[in-house]
């Protein structure tokens, strides 16, 4: 805080807990700043895959799925590696980190990524 | 919608403004936007537009400052009450903190002793004057039964003199021992002495053990004599002084300190502390006035509690001005109280007493501390048969401060909470009653430690970190 600042333990927990009550809940979004009565209230950022332009996928420049920037296989483990989120693929950071070891291109090789018995 | 002033209570050091927040504890340093904001507040419900009119400051600070002092609610919207809920007593509360008396008997004959004086509440007729083996394991088993939960708990032994049960003292710390072992816990003990038994043999069983002492002493002879007298009248002193000075010497493990009682007949606070602090060498010093009904002869009267406040103002400035510098001083009432506000402690009742902590007399009464020991009236319970729920509800819902109709409109509550339960018994007859004839003084002096903690906390905060962690009884 810029004109009250806390100095001892209880103040510190009573700041804690006031910006703990300011604003929203924001998932998978960096923060803005600002409270009530702040004129320079900045934007949230939303992160994550759902906002992530990745072009060409469902369809080419002639409208077909022949030209495609990635294979449409790719969307089968793309959420393996690239993204955090706990989706429905295996868990490439402590129990499967091999998963696509045996998928060096993903047209010709998809089948190589089998299930996973945990 | 205008806004109201909050409950705090405002203060100045080192130049700057501070606010201590009620009954929160909270404390907060203001800039000149903030304390103007407030300052007008307090003077005169405003609304926000009221204040961006009136204040000679940028709109945007004004704003910012009014949302940070409403969200410390030291100003309230318009209508907004700051609840101070009731807490109810907690049915469960793991003990923390056991009082052993060792025993009921004492080599000395003080004056004001409130164990035996005029106003002594204990009824020790008909009871054992020392602690038994079979009590004092109970005890320690009652310890740690009741502080399930608890990592490290707390043993204090008293008396009487305590010394004069030494070899029951030993026997128990080398029992506990054993047991928190075996529990994977640990326990560490403290004691109070009038040092007239130390002997060489227990001053190191205490340095092993790692024992806190504290020594009842009232300062260089001719005070310490006065009322700190065996039962021939003859003083203490001269006894004692050589016995503290070779405890000083062997015994580095743990912090000593000397314990001070005020009374009318010694109030010199100044040459009390140079003597034990620096001639003798205690690493803290502590007073406190004496406890007793009004009219008897030692008590302190009114314009001598002023005197005594004036010394402790200037002692208290020594601790200031040594803390800035990163020195230790050794005032521990300063420190004591700098703790608690540095926590931001907010008490429901004035201490411990009969909740984490309790007292156990010679015959195996449970009293809700020391003070209360071998009293018929104050008992909670007895060590074989533990602690009575009803009798022990009773005791807490007495001397909560919600039960404390004068101490509601006092911004000293939080660390107050009325006061000693044993002192408001002895003046009021009620362990619940707030004890009103110091309410000057607890303002005065938490007023003074506040001033002392903005000082630090602008001149030298990381002296602070000191009282980071909360140190036990």
């Known amino acids: ?118 | 919608m205008p806004y109201t002033a909050g409950d705090t209570h405002a203060f100045e050091a080192a130049g700057q403004q501070f606010l201590y927040l009620v009954p929160s504890g909270g404390i907060v340093d203001l800039n000149p936007v903030a304390s103007a904001v407030l300052n007008r507040v307090k003077s005169n419900p405003a609304s926000r537009e009221d204040l961006l009119a009136a204040l000679p400051f940028e709109a945007p600070d004004i704003h910012e400052a009014i949302d940070e002092l409403a969200s410390f609610r030291a100003i309230l919207d318009n209508g907004e009450k700051v609840e101070d809920p009731p807490q109810d007593v907690p049915d469960k509360f793991p003990l923390q903190t056991m009082v052993l008396n060792l025993t009921n008997q004492c080599n000395l004959s003080c004056g004001y002793c409130y164990e035996f004086g005029e106003d002594k509440v204990a009824t020790p007729d008909g009871k054992p004057k020392f602690m038994s083996w079979d009590t004092a394991k109970m005890s320690v088993d009652h310890l740690f039964t009741e502080s399930a939960g608890r990592r490290a708990i707390h043993m204090t032994f008293f008396g009487g003199e305590t010394l004069m049960n030494f070899p029951l003292l030993k026997q128990v710390v080398e029992y506990a021992n054993e047991k928190a072992k075996a529990e994977g816990r640990y326990i560490d003990y403290s004691l109070t002495t009038n040092a007239t038994l130390l002997t060489p043999a227990i001053i190191e069983f205490l340095a092993e053990n790692h024992i806190g002492v504290t020594v009842s002493m009232d300062g260089p002879k001719e005070m310490n004599d006065q009322l700190r007298v065996f039962a021939n009248g003859k003083g203490s002193y001269d006894i004692i002084a050589p016995k503290v000075r070779s405890l000083l010497d062997k015994h580095k493990t743990r912090p000593i300190a000397a314990r001070v009682t005020l009374t009318a007949q010694v109030t010199d606070v100044l040459k009390i502390f140079k003597h034990l602090k620096h001639d003798m060498g205690f690493h803290e010093v502590g007073f406190a006035p004496v406890t007793t009904s009004p009219n008897r002869l030692y008590a302190i009267e009114n314009n001598s509690m002023d005197r005594v406040l004036d010394q402790f103002k200037t002692l208290a400035y020594e601790y200031r001005d040594a803390a800035v510098r990163g020195e230790h001083h050794g005032f521990s009432n300063v420190s004591d109280t700098l703790m608690e506000l540095h926590q931001g402690i907010n008490k429901s009742h004035p201490c411990g007493a009969g909740l984490g902590l309790v007292g156990v007399g010679p015959s195996g009464d449970i009293a809700p501390c020391h003070r209360f020991v071998d009293s018929d009236t104050h008992a909670l319970g007895h060590i074989s048969t533990g602690i009575d729920k009803a009798k022990q509800q009773d005791f807490l819902q007495r001397g909560h401060i919600n039960a404390k109709y004068d101490c509601h409109s006092c911004w000293a509550r939080p660390l107050c909470a009325g006061g000693c339960h044993h002192e408001a018994f002895v003046r009021y007859g009620d362990t619940g009653h707030p004890n009103l004839h110091y309410c000057d003084w607890i303002r005065g002096w938490t007023g003074l430690c506040l001033e002392i903690y903005g000082e630090i906390a602008t001149r030298n905060p990381q002296f602070l970190n000191t009282f980071d962690r909360r140190k036990t009884v």
């Open chain 1, 1 to 118: 805080m810029k004109h009250v600042r806390a100095l001892n333990r209880k103040a510190q927990r009573i700041e804690e807990y006031a910006a703990a009550m300011e604003g929203d809940v924001f998932a998978l979004q960096s923060r803005g700043g600002g409270g009530q009565g702040n004129p320079q209230r900045r934007p949230h950022y939303p992160v994550g895959c759902s906002i992530v332009f990745s072009p060409g996928w469902e369809v080419d420049s002639a409208g077909g799925t022949a030209g495609l920037c990635q294979p449409a296989e790719r969307d089968l483990y793309d959420c393996y590696i690239t993204c955090f989120w706990p989706a429905q693929v295996p868990d490439h950071l402590n129990n499967y980190p091999d998963w696509t070891a045996k998928c060096a291109s993903a047209t010709k090789d998809w089948r190589n990524i089998d299930l996973v018995f945990p």
